[in-house]
């Protein structure tokens, strides 16, 4: 009954490509909003905030961005926590070149430069496919990652070689650096992911969005049919790069507060790479789903034992909880391949037949 | 209830094999006051770890989740280390890093909150150097520079660069990447080439364990080649055993195994089956220097509980007694610590305390000193220190300092 | 600038022949040690399409099993043959647990498994056999240390006894890999399951057996690495980034070439050694190592998009 | 239904039999409803029905290949000479002389013909020279593929991969075979030759077959006993040429009405009722 | 019927004049000769069919004018000029469409969305206004929607619209790829094999659907096929191909009497 779809009939074309045809989604949709937007930041403490809802967005934007890349347009990539970087660098250097810039105009723009090496890196695979091209990827993971830390320029020579955010603010309220406060951060992270996110939406459910899809599902037909596969693909990379390098920005100002070279490596890339597969490739509410599970499951699993009064060391804390995530991956894959995002798609179908069977 | 004083430890991940015996050696030492004592000042001490395996974001989320209760943070990396400074400048708790951390961090004018307490890298570099010319001067000598590709392995290079103007030698930096810790061929060759008279090595984790099997079987003069304190670990040289012989670490800790700290922990802690370490491990530098670091928080402690007279501190009043300590001969044998740790002095300004070192040497079987008590030549690089930390502040403006603090 | 790029480094080369060949024999060694592992994954990859990401944990697996039982007391030659049968019971374990339930599943996700497996193995490694480095049981095993010094052109030129053990076991190792798959039964049941594995099932080729039999391989090729790398630089977690290396190896080689594998171990490590010594250190700060063999190998696929010794991808409408 | 009149080349002895089985894919779908057929020893029997109507599934539930695509059989039983064969792996069930010929080929791309026809041997233990000899009779019945021996399976044509994929399942010695549209995509001539070929291999070496076919035409040709399959159930089944006869078999799988056959182009309406679901 | 103007058909279809035309194509793979020396025209209107044995090359002389392959030797004309060699989907954006021979859908896709894709070559918004889903992009999907909704009332296909197409059966499916030809409103359709895997009923079907495509939207068709009874009945003229060579041309009635393609290909007359 929840799910009561009968009586919702679409007359008009454009009614059937609304957002939300099932009148129930956009009332599940609202409500979540509203916590995110006004129950979270009165209620959440500093810790929740600083372990669990800001990465949690941060890692589903960037989630989302190579979701587009292998989801939607099925490029495999393995280098995303590089895209990161350049974008973070990029944000990083705006900011202490042009200290006036206002900092949210620096992060979103900030993604353009990770745009433009993304499309670089992507060249190759209109060549090449598959695991190749996975591979190809660790190319501009390893090269990048290497190139912030030779690089002196990018990190203002600094001796240690990382970047570390100044105290940004808008009209004196600190955005990022060290005197920011975290629901301030956490509004900034939760405007730009709102906004980065239904843009997505919206390109992946239109022509773009089919365009990648059928590059992804069979390239060769795709072409036959008239799709021009370079700008296809180059399109996916700009536009996933470009989310990704945003994230990247959003990572280190808005959240870390400094970083290495190295923090943009390939554990990194691997750890988004869980979140977009567990939540669901070609799936935009995955990316939420899986940063939920994998930012919270740690974090979960670190209280417990301390909850529960066990006594586990930190260190077996920590090896156990490399050891279930790495199970969890594995159930995860085998009770539904296509991720939580299906698993939630299933359960939303047998609420909309409830209390009806089949 | 107690004092938190929470460690940000690693015992997994790459780095492991060296963060055991400190994090053994400084869990050993808090619990031997706690049994002993019954904590310090009447009040037990909560040193609980937090798993980092040297991970800096997992560092991050280590801090965040203990700086509500805690009254110190040991971040445990010098990347931890950079991304927790200036939070806790705001969250004002103190960062104690014995030994590692920003070497800019001994202005504790500047870094009112960073303790790099006894002595930071700059102090490190100094010494070696210092060693270094007391075999010979080193005017026209070339000595590479073998160092972690991270910013702990860049930490001495301002000052190294400097000294190597001044002094005339060659300084040749050679980076290993995290990725190439343990396949060091590349940089081997290099040395080959480079013909360095000595190779001065910033290594950590299982970058050592790699550099002195390299550095045997490249035939490299054993002798000529010294390490900073986190390059001397037994568990390393032990690989090679007898053709490490000659290898030298600097070191401002030693092991003493006769000293009464160590028979106290044997009997409140080992005896109790409560220590995770082993005899082997306990007889060596890294157990011992654990010891030391716990000692020296301890000591911090102690100053603030007498200074603000209450057993329960909080973060600030730590702070002061960070500042305060006065580690005399007296004082380091009245703890039971007889020549484990030279004597050293902290005050406001000077959140490093100046113990310098000693040379450790490799025996073929274990590290023995090889030199008297060296001490940095720290007006060398003060006008560097003032430098570094006066643009550090200006990158992080609005950043407080602390005025009261007379240099 | 030009002049540094194009003849000093050869100058270099010429000046010093004897440093010359120590480089080359040292990047001779390590691309060995890269197609060790690269086999692993070819094998795997060629039996099930799967592209094991989980060969690198398994190489320290292997490695810390043997010197973990070795420092319980076991003699060194039973540990190994006891390191087999562990080795034998994760092969099994992993085709029962993980692969028989996704068969059939797209490569995308098998892959993510085998990373789920890596991580399930560092966490359990850590836990049995603890973070600290070991030292690999080298004498033990009678496998020769020490080293010859050459002296060409008055020069020095060291070849560890090491090294030239793991250049020979590797290449009886291909050299049997080779035999096995192409003039055995069993050889072409692993390729055919490669290419349709439903059709395989159909003519009554096992699954389990050929899955459980090609990770029980890819488990002694794992033990030889692991045994090689830690003689070399001891044995811990760390190893296992090395396994990164053998990834450009198969782009280069292709993804189900036992002999790619071999010449792609081997042109990757000699070029980047050349490369990072006289290009890489003089000109770019060094550490070129970490990806110049991913750059190399991206540029070769540029041309050959199924690596030099791949299948060639049959691409019809 | 009509009689099933037993024809001269079939026994009476049933070797494969399946009963009433249900099979459902990804926990969901439910794709048979209720079959039941049998195969008797030596004779041809074709499982005919349009798209969609469960011939493949039937065919893999037999040979336990849903497995691997997510399906399973709930319900009823299959029995192979009198033994249930529900659960085995398809290895052991080849070993009992029952082999699949996958519907769309599936040669191993990259094997050559004669590594394709050699795995067909796998779980034969009777020596090199015995499927030496098999090799030999393969060849002999498929001259075009020894000529191809030495080509990748990947580069051949259409037809040549069909006559591998029969060549290969004749390589383990089965009892029978279970055939899944061996005519699909091949020029007429070619569907001719390969049913010939299943012909003369029932008679000579006494191999039975289950055919699944869309083309009616030929498999009533060739088949001894039909059995009608829409959307997973068996709604007719009978000897061959009494099938070839009934009326609603000739019009909607033979594409003949009362006037003999119909041009493609007269036909004018689509949507009709078959009577037999009216 | 060699007249340049075109030719009426028996059920009295006015045939145009040549619209595409193939002159002396020779393709090779590596040693293999696919297509050797074959010339041939299409004209406006028409339903031209391609036949053969397996392996004649009737795919890979598809794949040539769709521009898949590049033919070693020979030229392409289309519309009265000569083609240059171009990328497949250059070819596709001058109106040519075609299904396959091993159905290749995009299978992650509803059938809406697959069908959309045969629009592609309509649509023209920017990014910028795709991602605010404002202004022409917005206008452009609805005007799109409603064509494609006219093809798949036309194919029937109307009750699967939002199911994705990797879960339907065969016979669906080729509906669906034929309608996502369709929907790109090309000048010349190219079927390869439209009802291999199908039974009689299918066959009416689909044949029904090709004849009414050509009839109502004027399509010139060009279809590989099989089944000899569907080629001769719904066919204007059949090309004959054997192992690369073209061994007859003409009306289904010449070609069913010409003894060299009884021999390759049909076996006995039908
Ligand atoms: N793996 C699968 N998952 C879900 N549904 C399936 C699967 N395989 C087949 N089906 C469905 O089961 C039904 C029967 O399919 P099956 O392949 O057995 O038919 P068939 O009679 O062999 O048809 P065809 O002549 O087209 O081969 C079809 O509706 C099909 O869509
Ligand atoms: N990409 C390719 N590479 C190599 N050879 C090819 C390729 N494509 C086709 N061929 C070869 O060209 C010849 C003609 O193939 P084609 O697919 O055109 O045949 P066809 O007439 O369509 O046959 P069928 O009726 O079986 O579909 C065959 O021998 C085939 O093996
Ligand atoms: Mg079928
Ligand atoms: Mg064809």
Redesign the interface.
């Known amino acids: 009954m929840l799910y009561r779809t009968a009586g919702q009939f679409k007359t008009t074309y454009k009614a059937d490509q609304a957002l939300f045809p099932v009148r129930q989604d956009a009332v599940l949709l609202a409500i979540i909003l509203l916590f995110a937007w006004v129950i979270f930041p009165l209620t959440a403490s500093e810790f929740a905030f600083q372990t669990l809802l800001i990465p949690i967005m941060i890692y589903a934007l960037a989630a989302l961005g190579l979701n587009i890349l292998t989801g939607y347009a099925g490029q495999l990539s393995l280098g995303t926590a590089a895209f990161m970087g350049v974008g973070a660098y990029a944000c990083y250097k705006m900011v202490t070149l042009m200290p006036w810039m206002n900092p949210i105009l620096a992060i979103l723009l900030s993604g353009i430069f990770s745009a433009g090496v993304g499309v670089a890196f992507g060249i190759p695979s209109l060549r090449i496919k598959g695991f190749y091209l996975a591979i190809a990827t660790l190319a501009a993971q390893f090269f990048l990652v290497w190139l912030f830390e030779k690089w002196a320029w990018l990190y203002n020579y600094n001796a240690s070689g990382a970047i570390q955010v100044p105290n940004l603010d808008i009209f004196g309220i600190y955005v990022a650096g060290p005197q920011a406060s975290s629901v301030v951060q956490y509004f900034v992270v939760l405007g730009i992911v709102t906004l980065l996110t239904l843009l997505c939406i919206n390109l992946t459910r239109g022509n773009l969005g089919r365009t990648w899809k059928a590059t992804r599902d069979m390239d060769i037909a795709a072409e036959l049919i008239g799709i021009n596969l370079m700008k296809s693909k180059l399109t996916a990379f700009a536009v996933s790069s470009y989310v990704v390098g945003v994230a990247g920005a959003l990572f280190v100002f808005m959240w870390r507060g400094a970083a290495e070279p190295n923090l943009f490596d390939i554990p990194l890339s691997f750890r988004i790479l869980f979140i977009a597969i567990i939540g669901g490739l070609g799936s935009i509410l995955g990316n939420y789903l899986g940063a939920i599970l994998i930012v919270g499951l740690p974090v979960v699993l670190g209280i417990v034992p301390e909850a529960l009064g066990l006594p586990v060391s930190s260190a077996m804390v920590e090896h156990l909880n490399i050891m279930i995530v790495g199970g969890l991956i594995i159930f995860f894959l085998i009770i539904e391949p296509h991720g939580l995002a299906r698993l939630w798609a299933l359960i939303r179908e047998k609420l909309i037949l409830w209390p009806f069977p089949h | 209830e107690g004092l938190f004083t929470p460690n940000l430890s690693y015992r997994t991940g790459p780095f492991a094999a060296t963060g055991i015996p400190l994090m053994n050696g400084q869990a050993d030492y808090m619990n031997m006051l706690n049994a002993r004592d019954g904590g310090i000042g009447g009040v037990m001490i909560d040193f609980e770890e937090c798993e980092t395996g040297y991970s800096t974001e997992k560092g991050v989320e280590c801090y965040e989740k203990t700086k509500g209760k805690a009254i110190v943070t040991q971040p445990w990396s010098t990347g931890i280390t950079l991304q927790v400074l200036p939070k806790t400048n705001v969250d004002e708790i103190p960062i104690l890093a014995p030994g590692y951390g920003f070497s800019p961090m001994m202005d504790g004018k500047t870094f009112q909150w960073a303790f790099n307490t006894p002595a930071g890298y700059w102090d490190a570099a100094d010494m070696i150097v210092q060693y270094l010319e007391g075999q010979g001067s080193l005017d026209g000598k070339k000595i590479a520079f073998l160092h972690l590709d991270h910013p702990y392995g860049k930490e001495p290079l301002p000052l190294l660069e400097r000294m190597a103007e001044e002094k005339g030698f060659e300084l040749v930096p050679i980076p290993v990447g995290l990725k190439e810790m343990q396949n060091q061929s590349a940089q081997w060759l290099q040395i080959r080439r480079e013909r360095p008279d000595y190779v001065v090595m910033w290594g950590w984790g299982a970058m050592n364990a790699g550099a002195i099997t390299e550095a045997v079987k490249t035939k490299f003069p054993m002798e000529n080649m010294v390490g900073v304190w986190w390059a001397g670990h037994d568990a390393d040289l032990k690989i090679v055993g007898e053709d490490g012989k000659g290898y030298k670490s600097i070191s401002w800790s030693f092991p003493n195994l006769d000293a009464p700290v160590v028979a106290d922990i044997k009997t409140h802690v080992v005896d109790a089956g409560n220590s995770k370490s082993n005899e082997e491990e306990m007889a060596g530098v890294f157990y011992n220097r654990g010891i030391i670091i716990s000692a020296i928080l301890a000591e911090g402690i102690r100053m603030a509980q007498q200074e603000f007279d209450t057993g329960e501190i909080d973060a600030s009043q730590l702070r002061w007694g960070l500042e305060n300590i006065d580690m005399t001969e007296a004082r380091i044998s009245e703890l039971g610590l007889d020549g484990m740790v030279p004597p050293f002095k902290t005050s406001c300004a000077d959140h490093t305390g100046k113990s310098g070192g000693w040379m450790l040497e490799w025996d073929g079987e274990k590290f023995v000193k090889v030199s008297d008590h060296l001490t940095p030549n720290t007006e060398a690089y003060e006008a560097l220190v003032a430098e570094k930390a006066a643009e550090y502040a200006e990158a992080n403006a609005p950043w407080p300092v602390n005025d009261a603090c007379e240099m | 600038m030009l002049t540094e790029i194009f003849i000093t480094p050869f100058a270099d080369m010429v000046a010093a022949p004897d440093f010359l060949m120590q480089v080359l024999w040292e990047g001779l060694v390590s691309g060995i040690l890269y197609a060790l592992i690269a086999l692993g994954f070819v094998l795997i990859f060629r039996s099930s399409r799967i592209f094991n990401f989980a060969q690198g944990i398994m190489v320290v697996f292997a490695a810390l099993t043997l010197v973990g039982l070795y420092a319980m007391g076991v003699p060194a030659w039973i540990a190994v043959g006891l390191t087999l049968v562990v080795m034998f019971i994760l092969a099994v374990s992993i085709e029962r647990i993980v692969l028989r339930p996704l068969v059939g599943q797209p490569d995308i996700i098998l892959f993510m498994a085998t990373i789920g497996i890596t991580l399930f193995l560092i966490g359990l490694g850590e836990i049995i056999f603890g973070g600290e480095n070991k030292v690999m049981i080298t004498e033990e095993l009678g496998i020769p240390t020490g080293d010859t010094v050459l002296e060409p052109w008055d020069g020095l030129l060291i070849l560890q006894h090491l090294d030239i053990t793991v250049v020979v076991v590797a290449t009886l190792l291909v050299a049997a890999l080779l035999a096995f798959l192409n003039y055995t039964q069993m050889g072409r049941a692993i390729r055919a399951l490669g290419d349709d594995h439903q059709a395989a099932l159909s003519v009554g080729i096992s699954l389990q057996t050929v899955w459980v039999l090609v990770w029980f391989i890819a488990g002694i090729i794992a033990l030889v690495t692991g045994i090689a790398w830690g003689a070399r630089a001891g044995v811990s977690f760390a190893l296992e980034v090395i396994a990164y290396k053998a990834l450009p190896v198969l782009m280069l080689g292709g993804l189900e070439s036992i002999t790619g594998a071999i010449i792609g171990g081997l042109m990757i490590g000699i070029l980047e050694k050349l490369f990072e010594i006289y290009w890489g250190q003089p000109l770019l700060g060094g550490n070129t190592e970490t990806w110049f063999a991913f750059v190399l190998a991206l540029v070769v696929l540029l041309f050959r998009p199924q690596g030099l010794f791949g299948e060639r991808i049959i691409e019809r409408v | 239904m009509l009689d099933a009149a037993p024809t001269t080349a079939q026994s009476e002895e049933a070797l494969l039999e399946v009963n009433n089985i249900e099979v459902i894919y990804n926990h969901v779908?439910l794709v048979l409803k209720g079959v039941s057929l049998t195969v008797p020893k030596g004779g041809i029997t074709a499982l005919?029905?349009?798209?969609?109507a469960g011939k493949t599934t039937t065919l893999k539930a037999i040979?336990n290949?849903l497995?691997?695509?997510?399906g399973e059989v709930t319900k009823g039983s299959i029995n192979y000479k009198g033994e249930t064969v529900q659960g085995l792996?398809?290895?052991a069930?080849?070993?009992r002389g029952v082999?699949?010929?996958?519907e769309?080929r599936?040669?191993?791309?990259?094997?050559t013909v004669e590594?394709?026809l050699?795995?067909?041997?796998?779980?034969r233990r009777d020596g090199k020279g015995a499927i030496e000899a098999d090799l030999e009779m393969v060849y002999s019945y498929f001259p075009r593929l020894k000529e191809r021996r030495r080509s990748q399976a990947?580069?051949?044509?259409?037809?040549?991969q069909q006559m591998t994929?029969i060549g290969?399942?004749l390589m383990?010695r089965p009892e029978t075979i279970l055939l899944d549209?061996p005519s699909?995509?091949?020029?007429?001539?070619?569907v001719?030759q390969i049913f010939e070929i299943v012909k003369s291999v029932n008679e000579n070496e006494g191999v039975s077959f289950l055919l699944a076919e869309?083309?009616?035409n030929v498999a009533l040709r060739f088949a001894h006993y039909g059995y009608i399959l829409e959307s997973g159930r068996v709604v007719m089944d009978g000897a061959a040429k009494d099938l070839r006869e009934n009326a609603d078999v000739k019009e909607?799988?033979?594409?003949m009405s009362d006037e003999g056959?119909k041009?493609?182009?007269d036909?004018?309406s689509?949507r009709?009722r078959k009577r037999w679901l009216a | 019927m060699k007249d340049t103007d075109g030719y009426m058909t028996e059920d009295g279809r006015q045939i145009g004049g040549v619209l595409m035309e193939m002159k002396n194509i020779t393709l090779r793979f590596g040693g293999v000769v696919a297509i050797q020396d074959i010339s041939f025209d299409v004209r406006e209107g028409e339903i031209r069919a391609i036949i053969g044995p397996n392996g004649a090359g009737k795919s890979s002389m598809l794949n040539v004018i769709s521009g898949f392959y590049h033919p070693q030797e020979g030229e392409v004309w289309y519309k009265g000029e000569r083609r240059p060699a171009m990328k497949p989907y250059e070819v596709a954006r001058l109106g040519v469409a075609r299904t396959f021979q091993n159905i290749a859908l995009f299978e992650g896709m509803s059938v809406l969305d697959n069908v959309m894709t045969g629009r592609l070559t309509h649509m023209h918004a920017g990014i910028g206004a795709q991602a605010l889903w404002w202004g022409t992009a917005r206008d452009e999907e609805i005007a799109n929607r409603r064509k494609v909704e006219e093809v798949i009332d036309f194919l029937e296909i109307q009750h699967i619209r939002k199911t994705p197409v990797g879960t339907l059966p065969y016979g669906l499916k080729k509906r669906v790829e034929l309608a996502r030809a369709l929907a790109a409103q090309p000048s010349i359709l190219l079927l390869d094999e439209p009802m291999a895997g199908m039974n009689v009923e299918e066959k009416e079907d689909m044949s029904r659907f090709i004849l009414d495509v050509n009839d109502e939207f004027g399509t010139t068709i060009a279809l590989i096929e099989h089944d000899m009874g569907v080629v001769m009945d719904i066919s204007d003229r059949v090309v004959v191909m054997d192992y690369g060579k073209k061994i007859g041309d003409g009306t289904p009635e010449e070609v069913r009497s010409n003894q060299d393609v009884i021999d390759a290909y049909l076996g006995v007359a039908h």
């Open positions: 779908i005919l029905g349009g798209n969609g040979s290949l497995h691997s695509e997510r792996d398809p290895a069930l080849v070993k082999i699949q010929v996958m769309g599936h040669c191993f791309e990259h094997l590594e394709n050699l795995t067909g041997a796998y779980t990947g580069y051949t044509s259409g037809g040549e994929a290969r399942a383990s549209e699909m995509g091949l020029a007429p001539q070619l001719e869309q083309n009616t909607f799988y033979l594409g056959r041009s493609f182009r036909v004018r689509y009709r």
